[in-house]
Nanobody, 125 residues
Framework: EVQLQASGGGLVQAGGSLRLSCAAS????????IGWFRQAPGKEREAVSC????????YYADSVKGRFTVSSDNAKNTVYLQMNNLKSEEAAVYYC??????????????????WGQGTLVTVSS
């Protein structure tokens, strides 16, 4: 059974930092792209960042470039999302997902087969 466990969310002031973790089990980690998505109330789910486990390539949404960093720990089958200088508008439920999208579809949540339960990030202004 494939499981993705997202954690690390919480309450932070604007300008603060959080590190999210996504622990994966039940799949061959190196065969997948791990994506971080977020969804705020009333809004569509959007891609934040992704990392290809096969070649290490990464993707960042323009809005988070320079502030967010995605990384992986091979030994722990875990992917991290370091989020710095958080903005109030980035409050959302953050999800991690695993899939095998082609490069042009990395941002498309429909290209991901497995999803974690989400972790809530609240940013106070």
């Amino acid at each position: 059974e494939v499981q993705l466990q997202a954690s690390g969310g919480g309450l932070v002031q604007a300008g603060g930092s959080l590190r999210l973790s996504c622990a994966a089990s039940g799949l061959t980690f190196d065969d997948y792209t791990i994506g971080w998505f977020r969804q705020a109330p009333g809004k569509e789910r959007e891609a934040v960042s992704c990392i290809s486990r096969s070649d290490g390539s990464t993707y960042y949404a323009d809005s988070v470039k320079g502030r967010f960093t995605v990384s992986s720990d091979n030994a722990k089958n875990t992917v991290y999302l370091q989020m710095n200088n958080l903005k109030s508008e980035e409050a959302a439920v953050y999800y991690c997902a695993a899939g095998r999208p082609i490069q042009s579809s990395t941002r498309d949540p429909n290209r991901y087969n497995y999803w974690g339960q989400g972790t809530l990030v609240t940013v106070s202004s």
